[in-house]
């Protein structure tokens, strides 16, 4: 299973951007979604996750501005990230984390993607 995370940008501050991580190969079942942020100096954390029954859940700094969302059909599975209204504080490398199981015989296992950089200019 690979992962590959785009979207990111350079935006002002006010702006909007939307992250899209896509995943391909082997995919049996899909547990939990996320979206994680690292900045430089500071630990990696998590901004926002949905669960399989699409319950989504948001850091305090994020809240009532991202939006996580995911779609999965028979052949795709991607996670989104709706970033409004974002800040200079919002700039980092972002992150995805699937739990996937790629096949039924296994559990589920932890799956990144690459990183997609987002620059917020005040």
């Known amino acids: 299973v690979q992962l590959q995370a785009s979207g990111g940008g350079l935006v002002q501050t006010g702006g909007s951007l939307r992250l899209s991580c896509a995943a391909s190969?082997?995919?049996?079942?899909?547990?939990?979604m996320n979206w994680y942020r690292q900045s430089p100096g500071n630990e990696r954390e998590r901004v926002a996750g949905?669960?399989?029954?699409?319950?989504?859940?948001?850091a305090d700094s994020v809240k009532n501005r991202f939006t996580i969302f995911r779609e999965i059909t028979e052949t795709t599975v991607t996670v989104f990230l709706q970033m409004d209204s974002l800040k200079p504080e919002d700039t980092g490398v972002y992150y995805c984390?699937?739990?996937?199981?790629?096949?039924?015989?296994?559990?589920?296992?932890?799956?990144w993607g690459q990183g997609t950089q987002v620059t917020v200019s005040s």
């Open positions: 984390h699937l739990e996937l199981s790629p096949r039924s015989t296994l559990g589920f296992r932890d799956y």
């Open positions: 190969g082997s995919i049996f079942a899909v547990n939990t």
């Open positions: 949905i669960d399989s029954s699409s319950r989504a859940n948001y």
